[in-house]
């Protein structure tokens, strides 16, 4: 069975702003591209968090319904809405199942849920997650030590960068922030 994947997402929190970037493909099976434009960066929980999701593009579907619903239950508390998603996805047998990792933020925090259920805070404020998750990872944090561009810049720059080098990944770039 071909799955459906979707790759790379970029996140920078600098100077009290958080952005998260993401590419437009999506891949089926290791060599066809199935689609450019996709949308992997959404806002939720009315507006005051941003995610963007990557790996299947079903399973990441279903994680991002599951946190919002956290973030329901826990009245927007990322940190704890986080940690209940990722002990839900260790202990519940289809949510273990999940191929997809995603990374999240509010107006304070940054975190990654990764796959195997952890939470993780960034320590400097940079991360990437999908199959050119590294590239963007190398680009961003140059460019944030090296640089004075904003969060949404760097971001963005970060995923064009890893478009050129990842063949799952394009330049078709939606960021948010916040």
Do not use: H
């Amino acid at each position: 069975m071909s799955q459906f994947k979707g790759t790379t997402i970029c996140a920078v929190k600098r100077n009290g702003i958080t952005a998260i970037a993401g590419d437009g493909q999506v891949t089926l099976s290791e060599s066809v591209i199935f689609k450019n434009t996709a949308v992997k960066v959404r806002r939720i929980y009315n507006g005051s968090v941003i995610l963007g999701f990557a790996g299947s593009v079903a399973d990441a579907f279903t994680l991002t319904e599951r946190f919002e619903e956290m973030l329901n239950k826990y009245s927007g508390n990322l940190m704890r809405s986080a940690v209940e998603l990722a002990d839900l996805w260790r202990s519940d047998k289809v949510a273990r199942k999940l191929e997809a990792m995603m990374i999240t933020a509010d107006k304070d925090t940054l975190l990654i849920v990764s796959g195997g259920g952890e939470v993780i805070e960034p320590d400097d404020g940079v991360c990437a997650i999908g199959s050119g998750g590294n590239y963007a990872l190398a680009a961003a944090r140059a460019l944030s030590k090296e640089t004075d561009y904003s969060a949404e810049e760097i971001a963005k720059k970060a995923l064009q960068i890893a478009s050129e080098i990842c063949v799952f990944t394009n330049g078709n770039i939606t960021c948010e922030t916040i």
